[in-house]
């Protein structure tokens, strides 16, 4: 399907966006954005370097004693109705923007963006309702609490959820006032870019948000260093991650980190299995299988371990795969760089049970960067392909036989982001939210990213902090607590 892209891009996309204006980068070096269903160049974008990194910085900062830092909380209520209301109007350019540049499926590109105009929804209703307490304390004494922002916040995000992933931080740190610096990724940067227009748009004061596209190691790493950031976000690989929290470390600013993960769904034999399936399925191959809590371990009672095998085998094998825009079931990944890191596991795989790998077309995927979604059995929990993220459309099916072994190989390994349970036993259902390791649980469903009202963060190598829901706009304040003797 051939589609101009230029007819959709209205925004520079060699620009940052910085001071409320889209300003040329002073490095004047520029990267290729790639579109991984064929592996065509769609634009260039701006390579942001120190100069970049510390005008968006130092306009964060005048922000919030301007304009934006008067702002009341209804004003910035007012401000993101009006941000989601563009939001509202421009949800299937973001989509297609989002399926030529992630490789997403249209569909799926299409739920991000109508995620981004829920979050806006959240949080402007939430921006005057969050406020502190007044706390009983001595004799002739108020004492009362405030929640502030923390000045200037920096986001670093990945490739694989842009909107989902400014929704659930970006806004959240404007619903409580704080003046946003975004480094979205090389990879994938166009939504971003799209977003920092629709603020201009609908008249964002100058300063509250700056965008810079760049390189991780170059302005994402300035960024996380600048020592006038106040609080920093973090999505991504655990080691980038790491890196991130020694920098905070540095200027002592708090960080959230929202790392990788390898989260089972657990299948008990009184599970409804026609219910499960299309759970098991979607988490696991949803974005082609980069998905932060992607469902990559699917853990199955032995009793019913062979009727669940030979319904996932013969799903696996009418999956459809192929460009992005043309929404198959399961689009390319980010980029060949990926490819190879999942071809890499593949190989670690070639001792294990292959039940079923999809079909790629080979003429429509020929020139992208497609791996076909691959389902392997009777897996060790201890392999690698059990224990690592691979971040690819591979799943792998452990067989369990009771309660306690199924906690064990849950909990088994380093990660702790999301964990799905199937089973209609109300008591086993309370035991096992408990014992298992993880930020989120869903019993009889699985929402792999989903739930914009629900806290969502890890335990372990998956990181640390909440974003999403109301919890958000804690992590995105300061508590402050006022003692008044008043005799
Ligand atoms: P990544 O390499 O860690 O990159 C994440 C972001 O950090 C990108 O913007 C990247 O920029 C930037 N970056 C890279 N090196 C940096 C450095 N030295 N200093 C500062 N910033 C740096 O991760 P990824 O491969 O793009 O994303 C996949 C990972 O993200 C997976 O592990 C996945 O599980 C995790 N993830 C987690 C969640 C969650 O909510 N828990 C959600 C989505 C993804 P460039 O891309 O421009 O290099
Ligand atoms: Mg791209």
């Given at each position: 399907m051939k589609i101009n892209l230029d007819d959709m891009i209205w925004f520079d996309t060699q620009n940052c966006f910085i001071d409320g204006s889209w300003q040329k980068?002073?490095?004047?070096?520029?990267?290729?954005?790639?579109?991984?269903?064929?592996?065509?160049?769609?634009?260039?974008?701006?390579?942001?370097?120190?100069?970049?990194?510390?005008?968006?910085?130092?306009?964060?900062?005048n922000a919030l004693s301007g304009e934006w830092g008067n702002y009341t909380a209804l004003d910035r209520s007012r401000m993101l109705q009006k941000i989601r209301n563009v939001v509202k109007e421009k949800i299937d350019v973001l989509a297609k923007l989002e399926s030529f540049d992630v490789g997403k499926p249209l569909a799926q590109s299409k739920a991000d963006a109508n995620a981004l105009e829920r979050y806006l929804e959240f949080?402007?209703?939430?921006?005057?309702?969050?406020?502190?307490?007044?706390?009983?304390?001595?004799?002739?004494?108020?004492?009362y609490s405030l929640r502030e922002p923390h000045g200037v916040t920096a986001?670093?995000?990945?490739?694989n959820y842009p909107m989902q992933i400014i929704g659930r931080s970006v806004v959240a740190a404007l619903t409580m006032g704080n003046a946003v610096v975004l480094k979205p990724s090389e990879d994938a940067c166009l939504t971003a870019l799209a977003f920092a227009d629709i603020c201009r748009e609908a008249g964002l004061p100058k300063g509250a948000l700056n965008v810079l596209s760049g390189l991780g190691h170059e302005a994402g790493q300035m960024l996380s260093e600048h020592p006038d950031v106040n609080h920093i976000s973090?999505?991504?690989?655990?080691?980038?991650?790491?890196?991130?929290?020694?920098?905070?470390?540095?200027?002592?600013v708090p960080v959230t980190l929202e790392l990788g993960g390898k989260s089972p769904q657990i299948v008990?034999?009184?599970?409804?299995?026609?219910?499960?399936?299309?759970?098991?399925?979607?988490?696991?191959?949803?974005?082609?299988?980069?998905?932060?809590?992607?469902?990559?371990?699917?853990?199955?009672?032995?009793?019913?371990?062979?009727k669940v095998e030979e319904v996932l085998i013969k799903a696996y094998k009418k999956l459809s795969v192929g460009p992005a825009i043309e929404d198959f079931d399961v689009g390319p990944l980010i980029s060949d760089k990926q490819v190879k890191t999942v071809e890499r596991y593949l190989k670690f795989g070639s001792d294990l049970k292959k039940l079923a790998e999809a079909k790629i077309?080979?003429?429509?995927?020929?020139?992208?960067s497609f791996v076909a979604p691959t389902l392997f059995g009777d897996v060790d929990p201890q392999h690698i392909l059990a224990q690592e993220e691979i971040f690819g459309p591979i799943q792998v099916l452990i067989p369990f036989s009771d309660e306690e072994e199924?906690?064990?190989?849950?909990?088994?390994?380093?990660?702790?982001?999301v964990t799905g349970l199937w089973t209609k036993d109300g008591s086993r259902q309370m035991r096992m939210a408990k014992s298992i390791k993880a930020g989120q649980i869903f019993i009889n469903n699985y929402g792999a990213g989903g739930g914009v009202e629900l806290p969502?963060?890890?335990?372990?190598?998956?990181?640390?902090?909440?974003?999403?829901?109301?919890?958000a706009l804690n992590s995105f304040s300061i508590l402050k607590t006022v003692a008044v003797n008043h005799g």
């Open positions: 980068p002073k490095s004047d070096n520029y990267i290729s954005l790639i579109n991984p269903s064929d592996g065509q160049e769609i634009c260039k974008i701006a390579r942001s370097m120190k100069d970049d990194v510390d005008l968006s910085v130092a306009s964060a900062k949080y402007s209703g939430a921006a005057d309702k969050i406020h502190g307490d007044t706390i009983p304390y001595q004799s002739g004494y108020t004492v986001h670093i995000i990945p490739w973090f999505t991504g690989s655990v080691s980038v991650g790491s890196q991130i929290q020694k920098s905070a470390a540095k200027n002592i008990f034999s009184d599970a409804n299995i026609d219910e499960a399936v299309p759970f098991l399925l979607k988490a696991g191959l949803q974005n082609a299988g980069q998905t932060c809590s992607a469902s990559s371990r699917i853990l199955i009672q032995n009793s019913i371990y062979s077309n080979p003429d429509s995927c020929s020139k992208g199924a906690v064990k190989i849950a909990n088994g390994t380093k990660y702790g982001l969502f963060g890890g335990v372990g190598h998956s990181g640390f902090g909440r974003e999403k829901g109301i919890e």
